[in-house]
């Protein structure tokens, strides 16, 4: 992951046919906390909102 450069699509979380987790997921969402300071799932391309409008 490159900030400012990649590009996040559907295939970013999703698997295009098939995956062990609901709602074809890459990873068990289940398990993500938000607001908990994890890094992986959700959170490899979600971190902190700017503070910039």
Known sequence: ??????????????????S?????LRW???KIIAGGG???GCFTC???KSSNP
């Open 1 to 18: 992951m490159t900030p400012g450069s990649d590009i996040v699509m559907c295939l970013s979380c999703h698997y295009a046919h098939a």
């Open 20 to 24: 062990d987790y609901p709602d074809m």
């Open 28 to 30: 068990d969402y289940s």
């Open 38 to 40: 994890g890094s992986g």
């Open 46 to 48: 979600h971190t902190t």
